[in-house]
């Protein structure tokens, strides 16, 4: 069984020049399949509604700190320039959206019937050549034909009706009604609120032929706005440029550049209101803390001047000096810090990195404080004293001024209307060129499709397939090829007739009806070498079998019957498939009274042979009557008896046989004939399956004696039935 292995082997490989060659083969329905979708893409290409991309352009700045040293904390940090990241994040946030939602009542949807396919297109073309509403044609008012118009100012419907198609039919005079499922729901007027049956709608303008068909869905306002946050895009132009482009695809530009618009300033708008909320709660702040600093000055004052009066107006002096300047500087700056480290607590926790960064600074500079007083000790205790005081004085005085000034600025910003984004480009359309469809690569990607999935379909099934396409593989597995038949045209038509159950009883030989069909050439070509195939065999009954149904046997024995009976031979045809056996709707006739009935001696010998009237010296035994038990009948010594009784009346007998793979019946037929043939398809039958046939019929002690290759096909690589092609005679 070595050789089985070896074809199998190679059967599953796959070569260059046989893939080129299938290809070459299906050229046609390549190229059938390649031109439909290269017609569906110039259809869309034309026909498809136009879709614009309106877009803006938006410019983030770097946030300006509200409080003194928080820039530099900021540059210690690390922190990058740029804050487009967050606010991509907030332009296509809910709250933004959500206004402009709501600001263009975009939670109703109308669209107004088109007739199909090219209805759009046609709607649009009337529409750009005419200022008013297009006259139905044909008589069909429900679509609209170009100009038609609806415009909702309000509506609201019943929750369960939400996201649900409502249908508003448009009537004379600015009327209207409106449907669910063919129910009406409403009925009002343009410019008029309408209510009923829990709907409320104000239609502003309604442009349409009476009889106008519109779709209106009312959406809810979350799916509205999660579906904008997926189609709007929000992206930076250059890594920290700041520089944001917004871009919005619609069928409708002015709506497109409305939409971004909307979007745009309501994103300005929070920016700026979030920036004066900010300087607002600084500002409380700052406020809170001028009357404490106040009070705390005029104690210090008061306790300079108390000093100086008990010590007869002590002056500072020049080494006192230097050491006052020092020590106001750096109090001054950790008052500062103190104050920021207050308002920081109320928005950060001790582990942030702004905060921890904030008491570093404090830190240092309470060293500094530490090396100054330690200056300061050495001094005279009269100078410690007035140091100290008018110390005090100072730094409560600078602190003091800084917040005014810090309440003066963050009022300002507070009452600003400026934040740290501007619309650069405002919302714009370029109607001349639609984002899509782009006809030439719609063209070019549809032919590109189509060719794509024809090639994958044929060799996709060539791989799957893998049926026998050359009779060398057949004589590598030990069975040699007596002929190669030809596909028919003729042939297929009466198969495809029979598959329908279209038998009319008449006779369908290809022998007959067709005489110079390459296909009977072949199966003379066969008759020749069967007479030197069967010298040796021990009787003159021929089996004709298959490995699998569709192989073709029931044409090759109903039409090598009747190609030998023409050639001056007696020839008996029988049946032998006594359970779906399909010989009596070639040779005409009904299956009843045959094979079945004369095993089990319900019928005589006479009645059951019929002569095939348009073929001299040739007769017919049908299958009969379909049994419960064909391979126990076919056992019965009453079959023997019969083929023993049959063989010197006849040149030859031919029986059609089931497939061996299917059922037993053939391999107990071949116990009694003298030569056995196998039918391969061409294409259908796989390496496999011929094996596991032909090892079927040798367990059961039957031996194949050769093939018959049917319904070849031509193939550019591979075998080309030589010889048959362009070729006809007169029939023997």
């Known amino acids: 069984m070595a050789a089985p292995e070896t074809t199998t082997s190679q059967d599953d490989e796959l070569d260059l020049r046989e893939l080129l060659g299938t290809l070459v083969d299906h050229k046609w329905l390549i190229g059938i399949v390649t031109s439909v979708f290269l017609v569906l893409g110039v259809g869309y290409a034309v026909l498809g509604t136009p879709i614009y991309e309106a877009d803006a352009l938006v410019q983030v700045e770097q946030k300006v700190p509200n409080l003194p040293g928080l ?50 297109w046609m709607a649009r073309h009337f529409a750009a050549d005419s200022s008013n509403v297009v006259s139905p044609l044909m008589g069909l008012a429900r679509y609209d034909w170009g100009g038609s118009k609806l415009d909702i100012f309000q509506m609201k419907v019943p929750a369960f009706l939400e996201e649900k198609k409502l249908v508003l039919v448009a009537g004379e005079q600015g009327s209207y009604t409106l449907y669910y499922s063919g129910n009406v729901m409403l009925a009002g007027q343009v410019g008029r609120i309408a209510n009923g049956h829990g709907f409320s709608m104000e239609v502003r303008e309604l442009l349409a032929n009476p009889g106008t068909h519109f779709e209106v869905i009312h959406h809810k306002a979350l799916a509205v706005i999660n579906q904008l946050q997926l189609d709007i895009n929000a992206s930076e132009q250059g890594k920290d440029s700041g520089i944001i482009q917004l871009s919005y695809d619609h069928e409708d530009p002015d709506l497109a550049a409305r939409l971004l618009d909307h979007v745009s300033r309501a994103y300005v708008k929070q920016n700026v209101d979030r920036n004066s909320a900010e300087a607002a709660s600084s500002l409380t702040f700052v406020r809170e803390q001028l009357p404490r600093i106040r009070l705390d000055l005029d104690k210090a004052q008061s306790a300079l001047n108390a000093f100086q009066t008990r010590a007869h107006s002590v002056d500072i002096t020049l080494q006192t000096k230097g050491l006052l300047d020092q020590a106001v500087a750096i109090e001054t700056s950790i008052q500062q810090l103190r104050m920021q480290q207050a308002d920081m607590e109320r928005r950060f926790t001790a582990q942030h990195p702004a905060y921890k960064a904030l008491l570093e600074q404090i830190g240092q500079l309470q060293a500094q404080k530490s090396g100054i007083d330690k200056q300061v000790g050495s001094l005279p205790d009269t100078q410690q004293e007035l140091l100290r005081l008018t110390r005090d004085v100072e730094v409560l005085n600078a602190t003091y001024t800084g917040l005014l000034n810090q309440a003066q600025q963050l009022d300002i910003a507070r009452a600003g209307t400026v ?34 999935l024809a090639l994958a379909f ?21 069975l040699s090829v007596y002929a190669s038949i030809p596909s028919s045209l003729a042939e297929k038509q009466n198969f495809l007739q029979g598959r329908r159950g279209r038998a009319d009883g008449k006779q369908k030989l290809l022998a007959i009806n067709a005489p110079t069909d390459l296909a009977v050439e072949a199966l003379r070509s066969l008759r020749t070498s069967l007479h030197f195939a069967r010298i040796e065999a ?20 109903a039409n090598l019957a009747a190609v030998i009976a023409k050639g001056g031979q007696r020839v008996l045809l029988i049946d ?7 010989l009596h709707t070639v040779i005409g006739g009904r299956p009843d009274k045959g094979l079945s009935e004369l095993i089990a001696g319900q019928l005589n010998l006479e009645d059951a042979v019929r002569t095939v009237g348009d073929v001299e010296g040739l007769q017919f035994i049908s299958r009969g009557k379909a049994p419960p038990n064909p391979s126990e009948l076919l056992m019965y010594a009453r079959f023997a008896d019969l083929l023993e009784t049959l063989k010197p009346k006849y040149d030859l007998i031919i029986i059609d046989t089931p497939p061996i793979l299917a059922v037993t019946d053939a391999a107990i037929m071949g116990h009694h004939v003298g030569t056995s043939l196998l039918v391969i398809r061409f294409g259908l039958n796989q390496a496999r399956e011929i094996a596991l046939a032909k090892q079927r019929f040798e367990q059961n002690g039957v031996w194949i004696k050769g093939a018959v290759f049917n319904a070849v096909e031509r193939r550019s690589v591979g075998y080309y039935s030589y010889g048959y092609y362009e070729y006809s005679s007169n029939p023997a």
């Open 71 to 120: 820039s530099a904390i900021t540059q210690t940090l690390g922190a990058s320039s740029s804050e487009a990241t967050t606010e991509i994040a907030l332009i296509t946030s809910r709250s933004v959206i959500g206004k402009a939602v709501d600001e263009l009542g975009l939670q109703i949807e109308t669209a107004a019937y088109h007739f199909p396919v090219f209805g759009g």
């Open 419 to 452: 934040g740290n984004v501007r619309v650069i480009d405002p919302a714009a359309v370029d109607i001349s060129k639609p984002a899509r469809p782009k006809k030439a690569l719609a063209v070019l990607g549809a032919t590109f499709l189509g060719a794509f």
């Open 458 to 478: 044929v060799l996709l099934r060539q791989m799957v397939r893998r049926g026998v396409e050359d009779p060398s593989a057949i004589e590598q597995l030990g």
């Open 538 to 557: 021990k009787n003159n009954v021929l089996m004709i079998s298959g490995a699998s149904p569709g192989a073709g046997k029931t044409f090759i024995s």
């Open 576 to 582: 032998g498939d006594m359970r779906k056996g399909a």
